[in-house]
Structure formats: structure tokens, C-alpha cells
């Protein structure tokens, strides 16, 4: 057995407290049932169960959280928040554990850059461009020829795109991402 | 009946067929599209994942656009609409929020039209008994398996429109356009599309089990209405087959392709060409089909008591017995919980949102009343914590 840690930094306390506040909830009212973990769909693939993580933040164990492969693999699909028997809101704090993952480093590589290639392809043209996105999130994983046998595929039935379309408010999309960062966003 | 029309990126692109069909199916019904005026991309999930203010402000830019013309919005793409609510809904509730969209938007947007699915559309403001009158081409014999998936019904605040276990819009649309949709476990569980890219082995087990189960019950088709579920199912259906050595050959349709074709479109002219797993000889094996159900039946009914008669039957008297609306149905079922008045009627409001909760509830009322009452206690407590909290956002 590894190391017992009986009490968390004051300093975890307090981004476990900004986690809760970011995903109105509760991490406290959870009794720990685990029927969010029983009904997650990807629950089979998780290094920690949702009930742990949960488990996780209620121990201020938020270093661990944020580097648990969970989070990335969360679908987002809202189950557990839908069937908590005591209302917490277990997707949206997978989802602020990810922003928060964002924000100090801790990515999963694949992840962060196909968002970053979506957001990049929605800001370049206002509408995201399936060709640019999978060639940018190659380049950014270093894969020239992940999901390459797709292409081939969706362009026989009509499915894709070579050029982008741009649209003509493009500039305020792009004036929408300046904006938010100006604003404290978090995105690059 | 005019709507904004929001088509998104994937009705462009990957699910044109969807884009083509709900534009036909609108034509067939006599609903007026108003497309957006150069929409932009509503973000998806990538921007939620990102970053809070950016993921609702780039679906209200579009929503904007829409309250200036006074129009509802319809979204056919599951993640489309799920954004497009879930902006709304936060618009809505906190007046900070509302400022600061409006702020990185630098034009006013106050969430005062509201977005709907395709399901919503038909099922609720076109209404059945209406989609009824224009089936033409009735889809006798076929068995789909109505999929929700994830985002069309979760958030429940958010969506709201449909149970979030056992929703049933869509097998009622099935059912008015002739079909007989099936009985299975996997309605809204979901695909692992946001996985697709990233995590392909995990998407992939996923759908595997989805296709396994509606195979399994009995179905000859899937129908979605949502593109990345319909991307899961079909594009990828071949290599989930290679993967676990088993053949499904299950056509996914949307929504829309089947209403059009039962209202008398032929299929390929609303994209089923485009499908990866071939979808048009369904169709011309439907009469057939339908024929061995009804003397399937026959059969049944000549037995007398036959089983399938007997299952027939039973969810018709049940259904007689049922109170005419779910607000009938919740107030009877909270006056029977409470004897004060105005608690009832507040547990009757809670209900009527929360079909899910009413069913639970009576339940435990027919095992343990005492059970029950602590429950319904329980639930005002919650809603009434939710208020106040509401409240307190809105300060802040």
C-alpha cells in the first residue's frame, strides 16, 4: 500500500472549492453510492471511476484528479449527473477538472489538440472545416495518417469538404475569440 | 409554421443527408425555413471543454440573429441543439452571464426565443395527429430501433422535452409514420462519438454494444437524430464488424430521411445514397415484411389467448386508464402523497417537469407510503435549495 494522505493543503482545498463553484455543485453531498459509476458508459476504460474522483476532490486530493486519466476519457454523456441519487453534478465537474487540466498543462496530448484544431479551424473560417481540423490535429499529435482511411471514404459520398467556406462575418467570430480572451478566457 | 434554421457544420458536410431530408421533410409538411444568414459554428463540445464564456458565446451569436427576426430556432444536430439550450438556459438564468455574452458578442442577446430538436418539432408543435394526415408512403413492416443518444435528453434542465431513460418521441413518430419500432436498452446510452477521433478503440466498444442490442431485440434498422451518433453507427459499423468478427448490416437513418420518405419522397432524393451501410433495399422488402407480421398475428389471434394478443391488449387498457395530461397525473398523484394543498401543488409542478421522478415516486407509493412522503420531502427541499441558490447567482 502506498502513502495514506490524512489531510489536503489548504491551497487544494480552496481549487477543489473554485472546481464546485465552476460546476455548481456540491462534491460534499455525495454519499458515495456509486451509481454513477455503475451506469457510466465509459466507466470499463477510467483509471478512477466518477465515484472517485468525486471521492478524490471530498479527500482535497485535487493533484490527483487533475492528472487522472478520467477526465479525458469522460464523454460527457450527462448519466451520472441525470441519475445522482443526492443531485451532484458530476459531468460538469469533469469538465471543469479538464479546463483546470487545460490551464496548468496537464493534457492529454490527443485531446487538447484536436479541441485546439477545432476552435482554430472554427476561428479561421466561422464554421469548423472537417479537412483542416483532421490535417492540423495530425500535425499537433505528429501522426500525418491517423484516420487518413476516413478521408478517402467521406469524400466518395459527397461527405467532405477539400476547401474551406468562409463565411462572411468571419472577422466576428474571430472578434468573439479575442474578446472572451480579453475577458479571462482560457483558450490559446 | 416558420422556424429559424440552424443548420450547423455537420448538415454541410458529413451528414448532408440529414441537411437535404429535413429540408424536403419541411417542404412535405409545409414548414417555412428561415436559414440563418452566414451562421457560424456553434463551438461543440471542443469549446466546452475549453473554455465556459467562449462555449455559449459562440452558439448566441447565432441565436441573436434569430431573436432579431422574432423565430424559434430549429437545430436538426443533437450537439448543435444541445449547445444551443444549454446557452439559453444559462442566458436565462443569471443576469452576469447574460452581460458578459453580450459583451464578447458586442450586440444584445437576452434568450427570449428557444431552440427545438427535430423530435420536439414533430412530436409537440406539428403534432402527430397532423404528421398523420400526410403519411403517404406508410413505413408498414419495418422495426427500428429508435436511438437517442446522449444529447438530446441530458442535461435534463436543459433539454427537458423527453424522459431521460425512456424517452419516447421518437417511437411515436415511428409509430405514426406505419413502423414498429422495438423494445430495447439502449436508447440513450451513449456512442463515444466525442471519442471517435481522439480514443477510437473506447468509441468503438461502445457502439458495439448499441449495435449488439438493438440487432439483438430484433431491429432491422437504427434512426438517430443526431450526426455524430449517425457517423458512429454507419461509417464505422464496418470496421466494429472486422473488429469483434460479427455481422450487423443495420442501415442507420435520420430522423428526417423516414418521415420524408413516408410522406412520399423517394429515398435516394433525400441522401440515402450517402449512407455507408446501404439503405435503399429496406424498403423494397417492406411489403413483404409486413405481410409476415400480420399473419404473424393472425396466427396469434386465431390461438385466442395467444401471447402477442395478450401483450397487444395490455398497454391499450392501460393507456385508457391513464389520466388525460402529465399535470392531471401529477396532481393526483401528489394529493395522494400530501393532504396539504399547497405542498401538493408544488410537488405536482416538480412532477409534471419530471416524468422520470413521478414514475419513481409513485412506485414507492404503492410499496410504502411513509417512504414515499419522505421522498416528496425531500424533493421540495431540493427545488426549494435550487431556487434560492438561483437566486443568489442572479445577485452575484
Given at each position: ?188 | ?20 431530408s429535413t429540408q424536403k421533410m419541411a417542404k412535405l409538411l409545409d414548414i417555412d425555413l428561415w436559414e440563418i444568414p452566414d451562421w457560424s459554428c456553434c463551438g461543440a ?352
Amino acid at each position: 500500500m502506498g502513502e495514506v494522505v490524512l489531510s489536503a493543503h489548504r491551497e487544494s482545498r480552496e481549487l477543489v472549492k473554485a472546481i464546485e463553484s465552476a460546476s455548481r455543485t456540491k462534491t460534499s453531498l455525495c454519499y458515495q453510492c456509486g451509481k454513477c459509476s455503475a451506469g457510466c458508459p465509459v466507466g470499463f476504460a477510467m483509471d478512477y471511476t466518477p465515484r472517485q474522483i468525486i471521492r478524490l476532490l471530498q479527500l482535497g486530493l485535487i493533484k490527483e484528479a487533475l492528472q487522472a486519466k478520467s477526465i479525458w476519457i469522460c464523454a460527457t454523456c450527462d448519466t451520472c449527473s441525470t441519475r445522482c441519487p443526492r443531485g451532484v453534478d458530476i459531468a460538469s465537474i469533469m469538465d471543469a477538472l479538464r479546463r483546470e487540466a487545460l490551464k496548468q498543462g496537464k493534457v492529454v496530448k490527443e485531446v487538447s489538440a484536436f479541441n485546439q484544431a477545432f476552435l482554430n479551424s472554427v476561428k479561421r473560417y466561422g464554421r469548423n472545416h472537417e479537412a483542416s481540423l483532421v490535417l492540423e490535429y495530425n500535425a499537433r499529435i505528429m501522426n500525418p495518417f491517423k484516420n487518413a482511411e476516413q478521408g478517402p471514404m467521406m469524400m466518395a459520398k459527397g461527405k467532405l469538404k477539400i476547401l474551406p467556406e468562409f463565411i462572411k462575418g468571419k472577422g466576428e467570430v474571430s472578434r468573439i475569440f479575442e474578446k472572451v480572451k480579453a475577458m479571462g478566457g482560457d483558450h490559446e | 409554421m416558420r422556424l429559424a434554421y440552424y443548420p450547423g457544420c455537420s448538415l454541410d458536410a458529413t451528414a448532408i443527408e440529414y441537411g437535404m431530408s429535413t429540408q424536403k421533410m419541411a417542404k412535405l409538411l409545409d414548414i417555412d425555413l428561415w436559414e440563418i444568414p452566414d451562421w457560424s459554428c456553434c463551438g461543440a463540445s471542443s469549446a466546452h471543454q475549453t473554455d465556459h464564456l467562449l462555449a455559449i458565446s459562440l452558439p448566441a451569436r447565432n441565436l441573436a440573429i434569430a431573436e432579431r427576426e422574432g423565430l424559434d430556432v430549429l437545430a436538426p444536430c443533437a450537439a448543435c441543439y444541445n449547445r444551443m439550450r444549454a446557452t439559453e438556459y444559462e442566458v436565462r438564468a443569471s443576469a452576469k452571464t447574460r452581460s458578459q455574452v453580450e459583451e464578447a458578442l458586442g450586440i444584445p442577446y437576452e434568450a427570449a426565443q428557444s431552440t427545438i430538436s427535430v423530435l420536439e418539432l414533430l412530436a409537440e408543435r406539428y403534432g402527430l395527429d397532423n404528421l398523420a394526415t400526410r403519411v403517404t408512403n406508410p413505413l408498414k413492416g419495418m422495426t427500428p430501433a429508435c436511438y437517442y443518444g446522449c444529447l438530446l435528453v441530458r442535461p435534463v434542465a436543459v433539454t427537458g422535452f423527453d424522459d431521460p431513460e425512456d424517452p419516447q418521441s421518437m417511437d411515436r413518430i415511428m409509430k405514426t409514420l406505419g413502423a414498429s419500432p422495438v423494445d430495447w436498452a439502449f436508447k440513450t446510452e451513449c456512442c463515444g462519438a466525442g471519442l471517435g477521433v481522439t480514443q477510437t478503440d473506447i468509441c468503438l466498444e461502445m457502439t458495439y454494444q448499441i449495435l449488439r442490442n438493438a440487432k439483438e431485440m430484433g431491429a432491422d434498422s437504427i434512426v438517430t437524430a443526431c450526426p455524430v451518433c449517425h457517423l458512429n453507427l454507419d461509417m464505422r459499423q464496418k470496421a466494429i464488424e472486422k473488429k469483434y468478427q460479427t455481422e450487423f448490416n443495420l442501415p442507420v437513418f435520420y430522423v428526417t430521411e423516414l418521415v420524408a420518405i413516408a410522406c412520399g419522397a423517394e429515398p435516394p432524393t433525400v441522401g440515402t445514397n450517402r449512407h455507408f451501410v446501404e439503405a435503399n433495399t429496406i424498403f423494397r422488402q417492406l411489403p413483404a415484411k409486413a405481410k409476415a407480421m400480420e399473419e404473424a398475428a393472425a396466427q396469434a389471434g386465431k390461438k385466442g389467448k395467444g401471447a402477442a394478443k395478450a401483450k397487444a391488449a395490455k398497454p391499450a387498457a392501460a393507456e385508457s386508464e391513464k389520466p388525460a395530461t402529465d399535470e392531471d397525473a401529477g396532481l393526483i398523484l401528489a394529493q395522494k402523497v400530501y393532504d396539504d394543498e399547497s405542498k401538493a401543488a408544488q410537488l405536482a409542478e416538480i412532477l409534471t417537469q419530471e416524468p422520470a421522478r413521478a414514475a419513481k415516486l409513485a412506485e414507492i407509493l404503492e410499496q410504502d407510503k411513509g417512504k414515499a412522503l419522505k421522498v416528496a420531502d425531500a424533493l421540495l427541499a431540493k427545488k426549494a435549495k435550487e431556487k434560492s441558490a438561483g437566486e443568489e447567482g442572479n445577485k452575484a
